[in-house]
């Protein structure tokens, strides 16, 4: 029985180790969440060293729903922030559903960025990427979620907001159209219901390719647009 639980504390540890989580710590955040192992997808669980708050880190821990397949299934995610030793200061169970199919999950980010929304709270963000299998037709994209602590919860201000998008059409080897779109937070000085506003900066680049006596061309065109997210009911809209 000691073998075997070496052998499992190893193996987690190694998984947890590419992803860059203490494995101490996890293992004492899991025992508090009371999940069961085998529904946690340890190849996506990470965690951050919250720079701004002494001995907390932020973690996600996703939890499989439903029936698991190698090219299908749904998570939904712990985010949570502890302190060293994995005793939990706040805990949120993220009603979004994520799936990975065809559109695959690739990997699942925390991001620690200056999100100053409000007189002493400072936000963090949780990036989730996808990625297409197709060749002919290329697909990428990256969304982001805010949350702040509050109490002993988490209370999300911006669900799922699409930060880049990549997608295409083409012959794979040269002929074909592309567009790619990434977006940027900035944080305003103007506030809405004492929250403050966040510019939304997107660049859209086209581009067209086209063989031309035995070369292949591309023509790109650009364009940037902006707007605004205010707060409003409890949200980022």
């Known amino acids: 029985m000691k073998k075997i639980l070496f052998v499992f ?20 955040i899991i025992r508090s969440l009371k999940i069961d192992r085998s529904r946690i ?38 985010i949570l922030i502890s302190d060293e030793k994995g005793n939990i200061k706040n805990k949120y169970l993220d009603p979004r559903e994520v799936t990975s199919d065809a559109i695959r999950l690739s990997s699942i980010k925390i991001d620690t960025g200056l999100y100053n929304i409000s007189q002493n709270i400072r936000a ?19 969304d982001i979620s805010l949350y702040y602590p509050v109490s002993q919860t988490l209370k999300k201000i911006l ?13 794979t080897n040269c002929a074909g159209e592309f567009e790619d779109e990434t977006s940027v937070i900035m944080i305003d000085k103007a506030k809405t219901n004492s929250f403050t506003d966040l510019i939304i900066k997107t660049k859209t680049t086209s581009t067209v390719n086209k063989e031309v006596d035995g070369d292949c061309k591309d023509v790109e065109k650009m364009k940037t647009t902006s707007r605004v997210l205010k707060f409003s009911n409890g949200m980022y809209k």
């Open 9 to 28: 504390v190893l193996l987690v540890a190694n998984v947890l180790n590419a992803q860059e989580i203490n494995s101490t710590r996890f293992e004492n």
């Open 41 to 78: 997808k340890n190849d996506f669980c990470t965690e951050k060293k919250m720079p701004y708050a002494e001995d907390s880190y932020i973690v996600v821990v996703p939890v499989l729903i439903g029936d698991y397949e190698e090219d299908f299934f749904t998570v939904q995610n712990y």
């Open 124 to 142: 963090f963000g949780v990036k989730i990427y996808f990625e297409g299998s197709s060749r002919p037709n290329p697909y990428s994209s990256e």
């Open 159 to 171: 669900g799922e907001f699409n930060l880049s998008q990549s997608h295409g059409e083409w012959d």
